[in-house]
């Protein structure tokens, strides 16, 4: 396959050689790629004519389209940086990203017109709103600024490292962070390596359709969109996730390989559960982005019969750099419970906190080291710093080990690790013990401060409806587990747990108020 240096000659060398084929749909509307290839001409001229200069960063603020893609791709074609935004965030919230990167442009979804409308006085930055679909007054629409230019080649040039997308972290751990990706981090990931050493469930055909179910304000958004363009495979793209909608598009659009994250795939088997859908045509379901519970996996794999790949990476990697293919999806196996192996071009290193390699099945921080590593956060030195260190290798912030054959097992985030009477204890493990619990919906397990342990161990529990249980049961099924030192010492009751978009339980929220005043050392 050829070697391309930057994605927006990914866009022309599709519409090169796969002109006439489908590069996406949305809503009914297709898209061929040499029809992409002058929309995101028209994108780029729209952004010059608009006076944004290369390098500058212009922000989005919608719902997954067909318009985005063409604001991502055409933005690189002006060598301008898309930054999407998190429409779940508060008005507050948005206008802190929208103004931390300076974007003199903002795109607007139709849901998010009173929003911006509410938030506009707090964006000084901003010199023009453009609306994506439909209009509000006040404001430019993006098909009037489309059709006002040329669908010429910009031919503004690129450099494999020019940043391709601001994409901030999911916000689990802290305020999210601006990752910035460059073309090569992109590319790398489906260039390193030759055909024969790529996995299976990593080869696309041009015959492939793949949904586009997740958030493009996340990687697994974005980055699994960008995949697609880039192996010339029809992209089905969701408005936004809707279990019912996903079953429909396996069987109206012929879904072979889909990404969710585990709270998503959770609703889709439910649905299934209540219809019966042809879905014959799927091969993959990839998964991953936070731990799956054993019996959902399971029931998928029943339900599914498609090949079950799960996915390890984060926003700072460009996403996945760890993968667990269907081969190793067998109950009973070790392997089940492991992440997956390395891809291609990428390097794993489990280090203890001087920076130290450790050997095998020995616990510490994931590292890792490739192409793929993000270029930095922005406007973040020192968190850039503490991250990408001056060694190549990126902390990931995840503790974990590796296996003498290479498999990586994620424990859990560094900063949730609970150290008590010196022991470590990773919240993951006392929760999944706790989830064994025929009775127990959900459990989300944090450190609270103890007088005599430092930290001590405490579970928040959802239980199932009408299921009523004291926290008395739920200790003493912990410690027929688990070591005693890891079974919560007090068990509070809640009706759901605090999570973000991906679906990721926000410990620091449950945590916080037990440490208002205090200070938590985290390693
Ligand atoms: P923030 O960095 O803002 O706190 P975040 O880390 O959740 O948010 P992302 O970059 O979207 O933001 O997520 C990456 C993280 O997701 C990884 O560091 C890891 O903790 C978790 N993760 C990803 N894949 C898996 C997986 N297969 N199993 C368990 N956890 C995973
Ligand atoms: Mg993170």
């Given at each position: 396959p050829e070697q391309l240096t930057n994605l927006a000659d990914m866009v022309r060398e599709r519409a090169r050689t796969r002109g006439n084929a489908i590069a996406y749909e949305f809503e009914g509307r297709q898209t061929s790629f040499a029809e992409f290839d002058v929309k995101t001409n028209h994108v780029a001229n729209a952004l010059i004519a608009l006076g944004v200069k290369p390098g500058e960063r212009i922000a989005y603020l919608g719902k997954n389209s067909d318009i985005y893609f063409e604001l991502l791709l055409g933005a690189m074609k002006a060598k301008v940086v898309m930054a999407p935004v998190n429409w779940r965030l508060a008005g507050p919230e948005v206008a802190f990203i929208v103004s931390d990167c300076k974007a003199p442009v903002l795109f607007v979804g139709p849901e998010f017109i009173t929003q911006v409308r509410n938030i506009k006085a707090q964006l000084p930055d901003v010199r023009h709103v453009i609306t994506t679909e439909g209009g509000a007054p006040e404001w430019q629409d993006f098909i009037t600024c489309r059709d006002a230019v040329s669908g010429d080649d910009p031919k503004v040039p690129i450099s494999p490292k020019d940043i391709a997308i601001q994409l901030y972290t999911s916000g689990t751990t802290g305020k999210p962070k601006g990752a910035m990706l460059s073309h090569a981090n992109f590319l790398n990931l489906v260039q390193a390596g030759n055909e024969a050493e790529k996995p299976e469930w990593n080869k696309w055909s041009s015959d492939d359709v793949s949904l586009v179910a997740m958030p493009i304000f996340h990687i697994g958004g974005s980055g699994w969109g960008v995949m697609g363009l880039y192996h010339g495979a029809k992209g089905v793209i969701a408005r936004e996730f809707d279990p019912t909608k996903v079953l429909d598009f396996f069987e109206q659009s012929g879904i072979t390989k889909l990404f969710m994250v585990p709270a998503a795939m959770q609703f889709v088997v439910r649905q299934r559960r209540a219809r019966q859908v042809d879905f014959s045509r799927l091969k993959y379901m990839l998964y991953g982005a936070s731990p799956i519970p054993a019996a959902l996996l399971k029931e998928c794999i029943e339900v599914f019969k498609c090949g079950f790949v799960q996915l390890y990476g984060m926003t700072e990697t460009t996403g996945t750099i760890v993968a667990l293919p269907p081969e190793d999806h067998i109950e009973g196996l070790e392997r089940m419970r492991s992440a997956g192996k390395a891809l291609p071009g990428v390097e794993l290193a489990i280090l203890d906190p001087d920076g130290n390699r450790l050997p095998p099945r020995q616990v510490g921080e994931i590292a890792t080291r490739s192409?793929?590593?993000?270029?930095g956060y922005w406007n973040l030195p020192n968190a850039t710093a503490k991250t990408?260190?001056?060694?190549g290798w990126l902390r990931t912030g995840d503790a974990g080990y590796m296996d003498e054959d290479g498999y990586l097992y994620i424990h859990d985030r560094i900063k949730d690790m609970i150290i008590s009477g010196g022991e470590n204890i990773y919240p993951a493990e006392v929760e999944s013990a706790i989830c064994d619990h025929p009775d127990v919906a959900e459990a989300a397990v944090i450190g609270i401060p103890d007088d005599k342990w430092g930290e001590a161990v405490k579970a928040i529990v959802v239980m199932k409806p009408g299921k009523p249980a004291t926290a008395t049961d739920i200790i003493n099924f912990a410690r027929e587990r688990i070591a005693g030192f890891k079974t919560p010492k007090s068990v509070d009751f809640m009706e759901a747990l605090p999570r973000n978009p991906s679906g990721k339980i926000l410990r620091r929220n449950l945590r916080d108020p037990y440490w208002a005043g205090k200070d938590r050392q985290v390693n």
């Open positions: 192409g793929s590593n993000m270029v990408l260190g001056s060694d």
